[in-house]
């Protein structure tokens, strides 16, 4: 096992691939909240680039569009004027403040506004302290989200629900909606997929759930814990990664619940799933495997791979954590120009990542494909064969080898 | 004859405006070997470069010197000349350009003490995208700039805030015409064939010597100060509209054509007269159609008269900043074209959204954003400029020239053809 330090700080003069607080909090999970204004205060910039960050999102984006005159006069009365219009125009279920570097430093009361907004049109307004300086990495952001967020969990009274769980740190709709059919068969519904499917209303009716799954503990662990300590809500860290993830993971849940057919489902699941995983076990055996991902999908991807019999020979992470279970490469927050020596050097077969590294990768012409699955989920048993089929796709496109022979046309 | 609406609310919704790190960061890659370096929060740099990988699908390189609540408090000059010290020691790259950010403007960070890099001052609150780019090449060229030493038969061309494709345009039509040439800054670095690293024609050397060519190329306010700076050592400072349409390339290239004088050669009659083949084919689809048009200001103007060149009629444009030289020129071309305009000034895309329920129009010009426009009023848009994010290749399709004219003309004609004829 290789450990790291918790998070390193990036150093100065990095080509980091983290985010700051600001990217965490407003585009990682307050971003898919729906029918909400997410309002940034802050000059064009940061409004800007966290404007549909995610290529899956499409959403408005809502600013304050600060100047120079209102950086020296302070920006409270524009932001609070701002989010009044805002209701006024869009009617949202609840506006959405997000504090910027510039507008923290002037010490802009963001909270102070929302509450006055709040006040005036009934309508929740929550405020993020989620400056970019904030923190080491975007997983700051994702802290002050959490706690942000559960200011609408706290509106009105718990009256749980039999057989309710919510979905705590899932933050792909592909995904979510795979799970939540998958919950279905064994008897159980999802509440709030938070925050994939996540609207005012899911988030304020998390309190009722008998158990919280937390996928991303990254991210989310936090609202878990707050969760647990004021209702008594358990929580239980699972994922749904590979069929061996995917049965323990059901048949842990089943500890919490009574009457769920679990062995049901799984058995029924099995039987076909072993069957067309195995036609793309030839293409993917004993092929190796790069993965570069924020601490948590790295980990859960390793076993997925096994399964399908290749191998990790790499694991790159952006916030650091540690990797249990594995004694291959883990390095942390890598400059892509390091990424890119290490590459050259492990020559994978395939690198799984995020779209931040895509065309690095697509330069090099090794086989790259995206972990977070933006065209279809990789959970849960049909996740997998999606999983296995894209793996598989991605390594035996002939454009690989054409791309590899270049120069040569030793056709 | 234009209405000009000018939006002084406090929100703006969906504004097609950038902060300066953009432009400095586009202006700094198309130097070979030069590296941009955000002094700030580590966000700024992560935002720009997924940005712009997004639209060029090309690995970025831009390095933070990732401040936190720590370092603050401190001021941020050490981690800077850290940051400095550590990119030299690793990458030894030719240029360094450091670029401010909100937060380092706000807590008055002395940038005095960088002395071996370029610093260009960028703070998100005033300025855009058009700004940053343009204090940045002004920057480059001053830092690296000396005196003249021979005049050499030679130009400038500072390209201004564009896509690679516009780039190599401008590159084939000179060579084409046998000028010698000096793009500030090459940005066809941007577009690498598999298995290049980023390189570019335009290297610290040749933006030296760019104080000995006889004139400066630049277009509208992008590269304007650039020029102007240049002109301090003899250089002729020539500020033209976008060569975007025929008209407006025909009088970029005889321009060109009078300083160097260069002929105009009969390769560049042709692909003029391919191009127009092409336009003149399309002409009886585009005829009367209504455009709405926004983006940039310099560019919004140069594709005004584009579209009243190809015979259509532009109902509304929108720029996302004041600009009285833009409400200005686009009254005279709303009245040499016998037209009427909406101008929206310092405005965003859901005003222009509201305005166009109302009244539509059959084509929409501008960047990515305008989808939300798109989908909804069930508008066709024709994707140019930056940033193209939801669609492929749009850095390789070119607005510049004959060849941009062509493309646009035909790729609207498409889109008319396809939603009123299936």
Sequence with gaps: MVSLESCFETKAGDFTERGCSLLGCRVVVCGQVKNVVHLVHSPIGCAYYSWDYRMDTKGYCFTTDMNEIDIVFGGENKLLKAVLLAIEEFSPDAVFIYETCSTSIIGDDIQAVAKKASDLTGIPVIAFNCAGFRGKSQNFGHRIANLGLFNIILDGERKEMVNTVNLIGDFNKKDSEILERLFGEIGIKVICTFTANATIDKIRDMKNAELNIVMCSKSSIFLAELMEEKYGIPYVELNFFGLDNCCKSLYKISEYFNNLNVEEVIHENMSWIKMKIDKYKNILEDKRVFICHGAQRAIYWIKPFEELGMKVVGIATHFGGEIPNFDGLVVDNLSSDELEKILEKVRPDIVVSDDKIRHLVHKMSIPFFNGRGQNRGYSGFEGFLNFAKDVGETLNAKLWYLARDFGGFNV | ?422
């Design chain 2, 1 to 422: 004859m234009i209405d000009v609406f000018c939006n002084n609310l406090p929100l703006k919704v969906n504004p097609p405006k950038m902060c300066q790190l953009t432009g400095v960061v586009l202006a700094t890659l198309g130097i070979n070997g030069a590296i941009p370096l955000i002094h700030g929060s580590q966000g700024c740099s992560n935002f720009v470069k997924h940005l712009m990988s997004k639209h060029f699908k090309e690995p970025m390189d831009i390095a933070t010197t990732a401040l936190n609540e720590k370092v603050i408090a401190a001021g941020g000059e050490k981690r800077l000349l850290n940051a400095i010290k550590n990119l030299r020691d690793r990458l030894d790259p030719e240029l360094i350009v450091v670029m401010t950010t909100c937060l380092t403007e706000t807590i008055g960070d002395n940038l005095g003490v960088v002395k071996d890099c370029v610093v260009v001052r960028t703070p998100s609150y005033s300025g855009t995208h058009v700004e940053g780019y343009d204090s940045a090449i002004k920057e480059i060229i001053k830092f690296l700039a000396d005196d003249c030493i021979e005049r050499k038969n030679s130009i400038n061309v500072i390209s201004g805030f564009v896509n690679p494709a516009d780039v190599r345009e401008l590159k084939k039509i000179l060579t084409l015409m046998g000028v010698e040439h000096t793009i500030l800054t090459d940005l066809t670095s941007l577009d690498m064939p598999i298995l290049k690293k980023r390189r570019s024609d335009t290297t610290v050397e040749k933006i030296r010597e760019s104080v000995n060519a006889i004139a400066t190329f630049s277009f509208g306010k992008e590269g304007k100060s650039g020029g102007e700076y240049l002109e301090k050592f003899g250089v002729n400072n020539l500020n033209l509209r976008f060569p975007i349409g025929i008209i407006n390339t025909d009088r970029f290239l005889l321009k060109v054509s009078e300083i160097t004088g260069a002929e105009i050669s009969d390769k560049v009659v042709e692909e003029r007269n391919y191009a127009l083949d092409g336009m003149v084919d399309v002409s009886h689809v585009l005829r009367g159609k209504k455009v709405a048009i926004f983006g940039d200001v310099d560019k919004v103007i140069a594709l005004s008269e584009f579209a009243f060149e190809v015979g259509m009629k532009v109902k509304a444009v929108l720029i996302p900043v004041k600009c009285e030289r833009f409400v200005n020129e686009m009254e005279y071309i709303a009245v040499k074209n016998n037209s009427k305009i909406a101008v929206f000034e310092n405005s965003d895309l859901y005003t222009l959204h509201k305005f166009l329920r109302d009244n539509p129009v059959d084509v929409l010009i501008g960047d990515y954003r305008g989808r939300y426009i798109a989908e909804k009023e069930k508008i066709p848009l024709l994707r140019v400029g930056f940033p193209v994010c939801d669609r492929f290749g749009y850095h390789r399709k070119p607005i510049f020239c004959y060849a941009g004219a062509l493309r646009m003309a035909e790729e609207m004609a498409n889109l008319i053809v396809g939603k009123y004829y299936g």
